[in-house]
Nanobody
Framework: VQLQASGGGLVQAGGSLRLSCAAS????????MGWFRQAPGKERECVAA????????LYSDSVKGRFTIARDNAKNTGYLQMNSLKPEDTAVYYC??????????????????????WGLGTQVTVSS
């Protein structure tokens, strides 16, 4: 699976951005996907993950209630709607796909390890 993230940019605190992740190659619809971010000097963290069927979603505590993950398998695209952005949300955001096909919902994870396919990141900068 090849992934291309887009939609990043510079926004003021309190603003919104919508990231998109366009997938090609192997069928995107078979895999769980996640959005990760990495700020300078920090480890990569998962902010949201969604099962291949959209039946289960995980959010990190830091973004819960502000970010919404979604996917449109017919369009081979994933989304991350980010509202009420804070300066601490500033990071490079990556979309990623779990390498296991049609995995049970219970295996949806925020751990980096199972995510085998990664796109190039998109920079999100939130000014105060």
């Amino acid at each position: 699976v090849q992934l291309q993230a887009s939609g990043g940019g510079l926004v003021q605190a309190g603003g919104s951005l919508r990231l998109s992740c366009a997938a090609s190659g192997r069928s995107f619809s078979m895999y769980h996907m996640g959005w990760f971010r990495q700020a300078p000097g920090k480890e990569r963290e998962c902010v949201a993950a969604i099962t291949w069927s959209s039946s289960r979603i995980l959010y990190s505590d830091s973004v819960k209630g502000r970010f919404t993950i979604a996917r449109d398998n017919a369009k081979n695209t994933g989304y991350l709607q980010m509202n009420s952005l804070k300066p601490e949300d500033t990071a490079v955001y990556y979309c990623a796909v779990d390498g296991r096909k049609y995995v049970h919902d219970g295996y949806l994870t925020s751990a980096v390890g199972p995510y085998e396919y990664w796109g190039l990141g998109t920079q999100v900068t939130v000014s105060s």
